[in-house]
C-alpha cells in the first residue's frame, strides 16, 4: 500500500539551528513526494515538492532530495527562523489528476528566539 | 475574497443535532476535497469531487454527507455524529489536469467538537 511515516514530534530548535525532519514513504510505482506546512490557525500550504527520483524541492530556504534508494524525503533547512514554527506534513501522491494524497501525521516545529 | 473559504470556524454540536460545513473557493478549480485532521494520526481524505461528480469516497460513515452543487462550493452535511468525530474538517481545491501535478489549496478548516 501507499503510506508516509516521519518523525513524530515535537521538535523546538534555537533560531538559526539547523532542522532536519525525517521522513520515509512506502508506495507502489513511481509516487511524487510533497512538504506541506501549516501556520497556526491556518490550512495547509504546499512547501515545496519533487516529483521524480534525485529531484530537489526548495522553497523559503527549506530542501528536500526524492531518494529512491531510501525511499526517503528528508526536509532540512540550515538556519531556521522564529517564523518557521509550524507544523509540517510529508505527503506522497501515487498519481496525477485528481489527487490523492497520502499524508504522514504531521511534524511540530517550535523554534525559540 | 479569494481561496479557499470554510464556515463556521468552529463548532460544537450535541450528538442529536444536525449541521452542515461551508466551503467555498475562489481560485476556478475543478476538484475540490474533504479532509478529517485528528490529533497524532494522518490526514485522512475523506471525499473527493472532480467536476462536481464524487470520484472518492474513503469509506466514510454515512452520518457524513458531502453536497457539491457546483464547483465552487462543497458541503458537508452531518447529522447523529459520535464524540470520536471531533475534529478539524479541511476543504481542499485544486484544479485538475491530466498528466500534471496541482498543488491542494486548503482552506482554515473548520474546528467540529461533537458532545
Known amino acids: 500500500g501507499n503510506s508516509v511515516t516521519q518523525m513524530e514530534g515535537p521538535v523546538t530548535l534555537s533560531e538559526e539551528a539547523f532542522l532536519t525532519i525525517n521522513c520515509t514513504y512506502t508506495a507502489t510505482g513511481y509516487p511524487s513526494l510533497f512538504w506541506y506546512v501549516q501556520y497556526p490557525g491556518e490550512g495547509l500550504q504546499l512547501l515545496l515538492k519533487a516529483t521524480k527520483a534525485d529531484d530537489k524541492g526548495s522553497n523559503k530556504g527549506f530542501e528536500a532530495t526524492y531518494r529512491k534508494e531510501t525511499t526517503s524525503f528528508h526536509l532540512e533547512k540550515g538556519s531556521v527562523q522564529v517564523s518557521d514554527s509550524a507544523v509540517y506534513f510529508c505527503?506522497?501522491?501515487?498519481?496525477?489528476?485528481?489527487?490523492?494524497?497520502?499524508f504522514g501525521t504531521g511534524t511540530r516545529l517550535t523554534v525559540i528566539p | 475574497e479569494t481561496g479557499v473559504t470554510q464556515t463556521p470556524r468552529h463548532l460544537v454540536m450535541g450528538m442529536t443535532n444536525k449541521k452542515s460545513l461551508k466551503c467555498e473557493q475562489h481560485?476556478?478549480?475543478?476538484?475540490m476535497y474533504w479532509y478529517k485532521q485528528s490529533a497524532k494520526k494522518p490526514l485522512e481524505l475523506m471525499f473527493v469531487y472532480n467536476f462536481k461528480e464524487q470520484t472518492e469516497n474513503n469509506s466514510v460513515p454515512s452520518r457524513f454527507s458531502p453536497e457539491c452543487p457546483n464547483s465552487s462550493h462543497l458541503f458537508l452535511h452531518l447529522h447523529t455524529l459520535q464524540p470520536e468525530d471531533s475534529a478539524l474538517y479541511l476543504c481542499?481545491?485544486?484544479?485538475?489536469?491530466?498528466?500534471?501535478?496541482?498543488?491542494?489549496?486548503f482552506g482554515n478548516g473548520t474546528r467540529l467538537t461533537v458532545t
Open positions: 505527503a506522497l501522491s501515487r498519481q496525477t489528476g485528481a489527487n490523492n494524497l497520502f
Open positions: 481560485l476556478g478549480h475543478n476538484a
Open positions: 481542499a481545491s485544486s484544479q485538475v489536469m491530466p498528466g500534471e501535478y496541482s498543488p491542494l489549496h
